[in-house]
């Protein structure tokens, strides 16, 4: 196993997705971050409390959980399903960012699609994600990339957060068959 970022790097990494984020939706009006759990909720929390502290306004941010939008369960079925957590507001009319660790197939977006449009309509959708390790199986593609890390498939990505893990890095480790 090795460590390809550490906290240090995550942390510019979800700083500048932060800014990026206010100059693509123009500030920090009608914008609601989501994580997806697990990970991504954490940087997600992150990612909000950023562009609060640089726009001075304050962004909401929740959780979306999609386990049972998911087409994989089938071959996935211990998969328990998280709280999915929406600010007050709601997500009708505005710009929702959708954060999560590593985009590899796209599947897991393509859930998180299906499970926003039953809890509203929000005005756009956006992706974030930590890592973007490629390998798509759907036509998604991240507006927001901490890091772009091409890997085989035989590896395994894995980010740790301080909030879950302890610590914050990113390690990429050889898989079995």
Do not use: C, W
């Amino acid at each position: 196993m090795r460590t390809v970022l550490q906290s240090a790097d995550i942390s510019r990494a979800l700083t500048r997705i932060a800014h990026e984020i206010l100059e693509s939706n123009k500030g920090a009006e009608k914008l609601v971050v989501l994580g997806i759990p697990t990970r991504g909720v954490a940087l997600a929390d992150r990612v909000a409390q950023t562009i609060s502290s640089i726009s001075g306004t304050t962004v909401a941010s929740g959780a979306l959980d999609v386990t049972m939008y998911r087409d994989d369960l089938d071959r996935h079925p211990t998969r328990a399903p998280a709280p999915t957590s929406i600010p007050e507001s709601g997500i009708n009319g505005v710009t929702v960012v959708l954060v999560d660790d590593v985009l590899y197939s796209g599947r897991t977006i393509r859930a998180a699609l299906d499970a926003l449009g039953d809890i509203g309509r929000p005005r756009a959708v956006r992706l974030a994600t930590l890592i973007d390790r490629g390998h798509r199986e759907l036509p998604i593609r991240p507006d927001f990339v901490g890091k772009n890390l091409p890997s085989a498939s035989h590896e395994r990505i894995n980010v740790h957060v301080l909030e879950y893990d302890g610590e914050d890095a990113v390690t990429i480790e050889e898989i079995g068959d």
